[in-house]
């Protein structure tokens, strides 16, 4: 016997009993009490609407923030110490640096919006490189990225893959320890504990992480492919942009050239000897789009310190 019908039954019991009720005192009644609180509760749940409201726009933009970003570290990017190195800053005064990346950045987009003849797997994933050391390729990826980043259309994670020698996060003025390399080393480590959301919004890193010996066995594993093809399909306007080591002295890039969409090579322009460029191609040559960027050229066309040109 539920409560609403014990209330009845003791009504019907007093009234039996020449007791007259006061409606007033039914209210009040211990036995009645309860049967307040079975009424449909619609009246109690009225102001939900209310709070609903008030907590969905929190709701909204947390689903706005890809999940792996949702728990991870912030950093400031030492904007000054970027200028005084040369590198691209939002919101500096309009540059021929920030245009001459506008140039080099497009028909990299273009590949990776299909707006080619053929859109290449994973053309999101571009990987930066140079044949040896010293022509600008680590300056070049950063630069690209801050660049991609100014996009309307696109977010960039920026992943430093020169695992041999990592120096991008240094340049912007970050300092850190995990990342790349412990997500290949240690599976239990989620990719939202390494990478590092900055001051600039579009743009995310992902640091080198500890050194190992094995680097190039784990740039070379089924888990690495997994983490690519997770960063290339979970956030499909998000560009990632690989600094990765020089292709003739090291094997991690060459490696890593097999599972990217598009590389862009880095030439020191009156250094690198054509031989050695040669060599540096021959090694992506099973890469999909393989593009080339001239570097520190100077010359009648006016001084330009970058150059485009697809081979």
Not at 100 to 121: C, Y
Not at 229 to 236: D, R, S
């Amino acid at each position: 016997m539920n409560t609403i019908e014990q209330a009845a039954k003791r009504l019907e019991e007093l009234r039996r009993a020449g007791v007259d009720i006061n409606p007033a005192d039914i209210a009040r009644s211990p036995v009645a009490e309860p049967a307040i609180e079975s009424r449909p509760k619609a009246p109690v749940a009225a102001p939900a609407p209310a709070v609903a409201m008030d907590v969905a726009p929190a709701r909204a933009a947390r689903e706005e923030i890809p999940a792996d970003l949702r728990r991870s570290r912030h950093v400031n990017l030492d904007f000054q110490r970027m200028a005084s190195c040369g590198l691209l800053v939002p919101g500096n005064p309009r540059s021929q640096l920030e245009e001459e990346f506008r140039i080099i950045k497009r028909p990299l987009l273009e590949n990776v919006r299909g707006q080619s003849a053929s859109r290449p797997k994973r053309a999101n994933i571009i990987m930066v490189t140079s044949a040896v050391p010293g022509e600008g390729k680590t300056q070049t990826a950063i630069n690209l990225a801050v660049s991609i980043a100014m996009e309307l259309d696109h977010t960039v994670l920026l992943v430093e893959a020169d695992v041999i020698r990592p120096s991008a996060l240094e340049r912007m003025g970050v300092s850190v320890s995990k990342g790349l390399l412990d997500l290949l080393t240690a599976p239990e480590t989620d990719l939202s504990e390494v990478l590092l959301k900055t001051n600039i919004p579009k743009l995310t890193l992902l640091p080198a992480g500890t050194s190992s010996s094995r680097s190039t066995e784990l740039l070379a594993s089924a888990a690495m492919d997994a983490l690519l093809e997770e960063l290339a399909t979970t956030y499909p306007d998000r560009v990632i942009v690989f600094d990765t080591p020089p292709l003739l002295p090291s094997t991690e890039s060459r490696v890593l050239a097999t599972s990217m969409g598009q590389v862009l090579m880095v030439v020191e322009s009156g250094k690198t000897p054509l031989n050695t460029v040669k060599l540096a191609f021959a090694t992506v040559q099973e890469c999909p789009v393989v593009m080339s960027m001239l570097n520190k050229y100077t010359g009648p066309k006016g001084n330009r310190t970058y150059g485009y040109y697809a081979p």
